[in-house]
């Protein structure tokens, strides 16, 4: 049999490759006695979904909640968005530009394949959240991944991107707090952004903005791009549960789409995933209705965890830390150490057992960094720093 040629173009998200590779180490220390790893690599809250979202969802099953829902989600659960983005934003958006979709995922997928095609480009951060190049490429669009340098704190500067429009430019990709540096982008440059789209008026705008409620310095207020209303007309925001609430299993995502495309974000959807569960889709408005003392409970001890991780790594022989300002991941530079992001990703894996992602996953500029997600209790934070500096102590790399 014959498959299409774009399936050849699909990338991967090493997280869940090395995720496998760990559990498969974890089995064979259960048999022979040796160290479990500890797994720094993937990018989930270890934190439990509120019970009372869990309840909300266990009554809508009671409920008889068991059917077919409308593609683009529930008209409660849209209006919850909807209300929440105006309180948060302090801008009104009608429930019908917003989609319920399984997961982040699908609304960057669906824009990405909305936009793309051969001919084509589309601008995404590099460091970046990997499925972001492997969608565009799958679309057979140019995929142009423009850099985020440590030196700016890994957050995307407005004129560097401006700079980088072609007249072939179909859609950019932001993403602030972003995945795998934490980097947050200052408001000014948001605005900066905002403002210079104005003579780029064929890109379309995608900001993801799932780690938006996890930014981590209190005198910091998140820089969303919805309040630039004159951008609505392109502008398609990605947000959702899985971060904010702990919800990573759940599958439940949202995203606010111009007017004239969230029909074709439903059309697609009701071709690929007909619509969300719908017990869940009640979760998520108790989720958003609901206490959010949860929210701020883990938001704290993602601050105190990146106090503790930034600090261990930057006690590390050839290692180096900025300070993340979102979300839950650090990104230390590692080229002081001798190896590459891969081999030292591998080794620590194998050798140390501490899962942590090799920059490279993230795109080119990755190279000389790896991801470590402290989306970890202290203990194991501890642990896998003082097994890390134990390894980098005893093994310098072949010449």
């Not at 309040?227 to 925001?237: A, F, G, M, S």
């Not at 194991?380 to 890390?388: T, Y």
């Amino acid at each position: 049999m014959q498959i299409a040629a774009r399936m050849s173009r699909l990338g991967s998200e090493s997280a869940f490759e090395v995720l496998a590779r760990a559990k498969a180490i974890d089995m064979q220390a259960a048999k022979d006695g040796s160290k479990s790893v500890i797994n720094l690599g993937i990018g989930q809250p270890d934190f439990s979904t509120p019970e009372h979202v869990v309840e909300a969802a266990v009554k809508a099953l009671r409920d008889g909640h068991h059917g077919y829902t409308p593609a683009n989600g529930i008209l409660p659960l849209r209006e919850a968005v909807a209300a929440d983005i105006a309180a948060r934003r302090g801008v009104n958006v009608s429930p019908d530009t917003i989609v319920i979709v399984p997961g982040g995922k699908v609304t960057m997928a669906t824009a990405i394949q909305m936009f793309g095609e051969p001919g084509g480009e589309i601008m995404y951060p590099d460091p970046g959240f990997p499925i972001y190049e492997s969608l565009v490429k799958f679309t057979g669009a140019e995929a142009r991944g423009y850099p985020l340098l440590e030196k700016d704190g890994f957050a995307f500067r407005a004129d560097d991107l401006l700079a980088r429009i072609t007249p072939r430019t179909r859609l950019l990709i932001v993403n602030s707090p972003a995945n795998p540096t934490g980097g947050v982008a200052p408001a000014e440059e948001v605005a900066k952004l905002a403002a210079g789209l104005a003579k780029h008026p064929h890109v379309a705008l995608m900001s993801d903005e799932i780690y938006s409620r996890l930014v981590l310095d209190d005198d910091k207020p998140y820089a969303s791009f919805i309040p630039y209303t004159h951008l609505h007309d392109r502008l398609i925001v990605l947000d959702g549960w899985s971060k904010t609430y702990a919800m990573t299993g759940w599958r439940l995502g949202w995203g606010m789409w111009p007017s004239h495309l969230a029909d074709l974000a439903t059309k697609l959807a009701i071709n690929v995933h007909s619509c969300v569960n719908a017990a869940i889709q009640f979760a998520g408005i108790a989720a958003l209705q609901g206490p959010q003392d949860a929210v701020e409970t883990m938001r704290r001890a993602f601050q105190r965890r990146r106090e503790l991780t930034v600090a261990g790594l930057n006690a590390l022989p050839g290692v180096s830390c900025i300070r993340p300002e979102g979300a839950f991941y650090a990104f230390p530079n590692i080229t002081g150490t001798g190896f590459n992001a891969r081999q030292l990703q591998d080794a620590l894996l194998e050798q140390a057992r501490v899962a942590t992602i090799a920059g490279t996953s993230f795109g080119q500029h990755g190279e000389g960094y790896l991801r470590l997600s402290f989306a970890a209790d202290d203990a194991a934070i501890a642990e896998a720093l003082q097994r890390i500096g134990t390894w980098l102590g005893e093994n310098k790399p072949k010449k």
